[in-house]
């Protein structure tokens, strides 16, 4: 083949195509500077505040340790060791953990995969606000007494209005359920961006394992982060209104947090772990210089770990008085997921073997991780024992797996990326000697911190203590414990020092591939990441490709300039990356960021309980959403563009391989895992407070009243139905007048179902019967409330003439979550009136 044939593009492209993609990629000055949404520059905010925030989390375990460096110490007291203790739990699995992934995917995956940037920048960047200025004002109540002090898992009853009265416990609820909702948003933007922007040729069988690994990870918060959101909405909705779920002599249970919250809380491990395997299968193969052995291999280890992790949420319950055969189903699956991380634990091993280790910093990092992970992963095998775990339960043993597993399977790997993509973020590397001191105190500090503590609660020394008596028997491991605590400090010391002397991020000119890597976040660029979008042949193409860089740089591949005049990047197929149009994004906005911080004041008003002004800044957070919102459906502004190589693209898309649709079918995946956890609150609580439930068709609303919710819903869809065949012709009075119809149909269909509850006296603080029934319509009222804010926002598109038979992915984007929330509406009616009248 002629070589020129290879290129779309043969020739270089002028100096002006690359002039004008600086100007329209050049973040925002002075002041404005917030505004900015490059995923570098967002990527750095995130995973700069994620660090803070592990800084912060670290100086309160020096001070737990401190305390119980020796016995009987008077440091802190017991209220204020809880709340450090609460806080540290906390901010380590919330604030750190997976925000810090979370952000170095989005630092990371767009030029890994070429294209421009993340599909919606600007959910990007309120995400990071809206995170970092809650994470901050979370934080921060420490200094006022406010600070959580029930544990990072909160159990009630212990955490209800009875035994915690005042704001503490509030914070912790409102806070993490906001900040959860942050992790979705970037969440989404992870799963539709991994999936649809990739380079030409990047099919999913070429996809570096980081992808793969991040598409995981933003899956498995799609399916798990729900059920913490509704945990921590029941137990809120309990503390504020005293509706009962969780107290047993009213018809809860308290056992219902701890399935909802571990349900979430045993896979948050592996949706901590899975991005970091995915880093160590990166820097691996290149610190070899092997490809990585069984790539197919570890994708269905990644997988698999994703999909088995959900059956093992009883894991953390085997103390509470389940029957047997629950416990041995849940501890087989608790011993079957080791199976896929060995496989990749061999990957990484026979990678290894197959060429020669450079023991680079990154590198030490990496075997530090499989040294402590291998042995958290056996403790792990322990604890999935039942008797095992009955001895150990609440003791230091299980502190000492925890944290081999998530220190030793995160936070090193964490490090170990610092040290390997620092070069593709600032001007110069970290520095390699510096760098063997911070893993070599870090290595050595964390085994000698929390290697004693599986002896210690061998010796019966329980979690949650704040002092211990002298005469038991653990003070020379706790004085241990500590000094190791202190050596990871002072490597992480180090670190900073480090950071310091030699990262220079946003500066034009990086160090580059200085470890010869194979992957494309190496490429050369600036602020519009490459000069041009290459045609992906294999997995590691900068090693089997040659030249590719320097083609890249001359524009010889696609989309070389900026065709429509704004920022723009190449939309691929999701299976075999073909291109599909181009997508036009938005600029830096204030609007995101207003939104941010009006989410934030609202969540914080509301746990203080000044209402009205919380109300007000959550209408000003919609308010902004909205004004954002205006400005992403631009239409088919524009004639298809030729990206390169006699290729036209169209310029907008509707239907399903729309970038939006792929995000609005993502929100529904959310919010049927968020309704499903709901459900299965309902039938928990009937099962094990049979007595509170009616009986047959006893005390319950008669049938004419669900009948008549049913028939307003399925009637308000079958308008939206009408309305979407209307605008096939263009008929816009039309489309407004069923959208005008459907909104008072679906708000009226919620009327007759708590008229009904009304009429019988059931009241939602009577029992926990009650108490659910009146959760699930009031979560389908926040739905219609949501759909009906969409509804109207459609109308108003429509009148200011931007939906039409073309342009109408707002309008299919409403339809379907509209029809998505009327069948939710159906099967809740079916569940609270039919299940007692047919199963009672």
């Not at 609440?394 to 220190?407: C, E, G, I, K, W």
């Not at 010889?556 to 429509?564: D, E, Q």
């Amino acid at each position: 083949m002629d070589r020129n044939q290879e290129f779309p593009n043969p020739v270089p492209r002028p100096d002006e195509e690359l002039s004008l993609l600086k100007k329209i990629w050049r973040p925002p000055s002075g002041w404005n500077f917030i505004t900015v949404v490059n995923n570098e520059y967002i990527g750095i905010f995130y995973v700069g505040t994620a660090f803070l925030f592990f800084l912060l989390a670290g100086v309160l375990a020096l001070l737990m340790r401190t305390q119980l460096a020796v016995p009987e110490n008077d440091l802190l007291g017991q209220d204020t060791y809880n709340q450090i203790f609460t806080m540290h739990g906390t901010i380590m699995m919330f604030l750190f953990a997976v925000p810090a992934v979370e952000a170095l995917g989005v630092l990371i995956l767009p030029n890994m995969q070429a294209a421009r940037d993340l599909p919606f920048p600007r959910l990007s960047a309120y995400a990071f606000w809206a995170y970092f200025a809650g994470g901050l004002a979370f934080f921060c109540s420490l200094f006022f007494d406010l600070a959580p002090k029930g544990g990072w898992f909160m159990y009630p009853p212990l955490t209800s209005y009875q035994f915690s009265p005042g704001d503490n416990s509030d914070f912790w609820l409102l806070g993490i359920g906001f900040i959860e909702i942050t992790a979705i948003a970037a969440a989404i933007e992870i799963v539709v961006g991994v999936l649809l922007n990739r380079a030409p040729g990047m099919s999913l069988d070429k996809m570096p394992i980081y992808c793969w690994a991040m598409l995981v990870f933003a899956g498995m918060i799609m399916v798990a982060f729900p059920a913490v959101i509704l945990c921590t909405a029941l137990l809120e909705l309990e503390r504020s209104f005293e509706w009962p779920f969780f107290v047993a002599e009213k018809g809860g249970d308290p056992l219902l947090w701890q399935h909802l919250f571990w349900f979430f809380g045993h896979p948050e491990v592996y949706i901590i772990f899975l991005p970091a395997a995915g880093i160590v299968s990166m820097i691996i193969p290149t610190m070899v210089r092997k490809h990585l052995v069984g790539y197919r291999l570890v994708v269905l280890a990644l997988v698999g770990t994703g999909f088995l992790s959900f059956a093992l949420w009883v894991h953390h319950m085997f103390a509470v008085g389940l029957p047997q055969i629950s416990m041995s189903y849940f501890s087989a699956a608790s011993m079957a997921v080791s199976v896929p991380s060995g496989i990749q634990v061999f990957a990484w091993i026979a990678t290894i073997a197959a060429g020669r280790l450079k023991l680079t910093v990154p590198a030490l990092f990496t075997l530090a991780f499989l040294f402590i992970f291998v042995l958290g992963g056996l403790t792990g095998v322990m604890v999935a024992i039942v008797p095992f775990d009955w001895q150990v339960h609440d003791t230091y043993f299980v502190v000492a797996h925890l944290h081999y597993v998530l220190f030793g399977g995160m936070v090193f790997p964490l490090f170990g990326v610092f040290y390997y993509w620092a070069p593709y973020a600032s001007t110069k590397p970290l520095s390699e000697k510096l760098g063997r001191w911070v893993c070599g105190l870090m290595f050595i500090g964390f085994n000698t911190a929390f290697f004693p503590m599986h002896i210690t609660g061998l010796l019966g020394m329980p979690r949650r203590v704040y002092t211990y008596s002298a005469e038991v028997g653990w003070d020379t491991l706790n004085l241990i414990s500590t000094f190791g605590a202190f050596l990871i400090g002072a490597g992480v010391l180090v670190f900073l020092v480090d950071l310091i002397r030699n990262f220079r991020p946003f500066r034009p000119e990086k160090a580059g591939n200085v470890w010869d890597a194979g992957t494309l976040e190496w490429l050369p660029g600036g602020d519009y990441a490459m000069r041009s979008i290459p045609i992906v042949e294999s997995r590691e193409p900068l090693w089997d490709q040659p030249n590719l860089a320097e083609d890249v740089e001359a524009g010889r591949y696609y989309l070389p300039g900026a065709p429509t005049g704004a920022r723009e990047t190449v939309v691929t197929s999701p299976i075999d990356a073909r291109p599909l149009y181009i997508l036009q994004m938005p600029a830096g906005s204030w609007f995101p960021v207003l939104a941010a911080f009006g989410t934030a004041a609202f969540f914080l008003l509301l746990t203080v309980k000044v209402v009205v002004p919380a109300l007000f800044f959550g209408v000003f957070a919609i308010a902004m959403i909205i004004r954002w919102a205006w400005e992403t459906d631009p239409g088919p502004s524009h004639p298809p563009v030729d990206i390169g190589g006699g290729i036209k693209l169209p310029v907008y898309v509707t239907g399903p391989m729309s970038h939006s649709r792929w995000a609005m079918v993502v929100l529904m995946i959310v919010s049927a895992s968020l309704f499903a956890c709901l459900i299965f609150s309902y039938y928990f609580l009937w099962t094990v407070a049979p007595g509170f439930w009616p009986k047959g068709g006893e005390s319950l609303p008669e049938v004419a009243y669900p009948l008549a919710a049913g028939g307003l819903s399925a009637f308000s869809s079958a308008a939206i139905a009408y309305a979407s065949h209307a605008l096939k012709s263009n008929r816009s009075w039309t489309v407004r007048l069923a959208l005008l119809l459907a909104v008072p149909l679906l708000v009226g269909a919620l009327v007759p179902e708590l008229w009904g509850q009304w009429q019988i006296g059931l009241r939602p603080t009577d029992s926990g019967y009650a108490a659910i029934v009146y959760t699930v319509i009031s979560i389908q009222g926040f739905f219609v409330t949501v759909v009906v804010i969409m509804g109207l926002y459609t109308f108003a598109r429509s009148v200011c003439g931007l939906i039409n038979r073309e342009r109408r992915a707002t309008f299919d984007n409403t339809m379907l979550f509209w029809h998505y929330t009327v069948v939710q509406g159906l099967i809740a009616l079916a569940v609270v009136h039919l299940s007692p009248r047919f199963l009672g």
